[in-house]
């Protein structure tokens, strides 16, 4: 049946996904090790004061925020073991949760590219590729909330997130073929893309 191969191709997203969650986390200890093998402060430069934890400078940074890369990567996880328990509702309400947070991260970040553009293009630079990196896991999150939708039989609810990840990533990129594809099989749209036709159309002319 349409609604249990959708469920199998939720389940295979998710557990894409998480192990894509699992190789973050493998690296995140080389980028802790980087910070704290920083270069001795210069005697001019105000040093820390006595006692401080550094670590509670940076708290966006704890598993434990929400406004994190980490924290929309802990949502999107959760909302993956909800999925593999078929607990949709649940699924639904973290994988939310995550396309507000990654949201919101590619907004801000985006705003720093910009007010940084043509001042310190390094650190525009770096805001505009944490945007695209943040932007591609919201996409990520609203593709696998499309998918439960409708694994619950709930097109209406699918169709408008599968239309915003084409808008968002390009129907020639690999979510938005997948997205597509979700709207052909749904009956939104007829044409299947890419045709398989095209190659052997453009040989013979």
Do not use: C, W
């Not at 997203?13 to 690296?27: G, P």
């Not at 509670?56 to 073991?81: C, I, K, V």
């Not at 001042?119 to 998918?147: C, F, H, P, W």
């Not at 709207?183 to 002319?205: C, I, K």
């Amino acid at each position: 049946m349409v609604v249990s191969e959708t469920v199998r191709l939720l389940q295979l997203h998710s557990f894409t996904f998480l192990s894509l969650l699992a190789a973050l986390n493998v690296l995140a200890p080389l980028h802790v090790l980087a910070q704290q093998s920083s270069p001795p402060t210069p005697p001019n430069q105000a040093e820390p004061l006595e006692g401080t934890d550094t670590n509670e400078l940076r708290p966006l940074t704890q598993d434990n925020s929400l406004l994190s890369l980490q924290g929309g990567q802990r949502l999107m996880s959760e909302a993956g073991s909800a999925v593999s328990t078929q607990n949709y509702a649940l699924a639904i309400k973290k994988l939310q949760e995550a396309r507000q947070v990654f949201n919101q991260l590619s907004n801000f970040y985006q705003d720093l590219a910009a007010s940084f553009s043509g001042i310190d293009n390094r650190i525009s630079d770096g805001q505009r590729r944490k945007a695209v990196e943040t932007a591609q896991m919201r996409d990520e999150a609203t593709y696998q909330l499309a998918l439960v939708h409708r694994a619950q039989n709930q097109p209406e609810l699918a169709v408008p997130l599968l239309v915003q990840i084409i808008r968002s990533q390009n129907p020639t990129r690999d979510l938005g073929k997948k997205a597509y594809q979700q709207l052909l099989e749904l009956g939104f749209v007829d044409s299947p893309y890419p045709r398989a036709n095209t190659s052997s159309s453009s040989s013979t002319q």
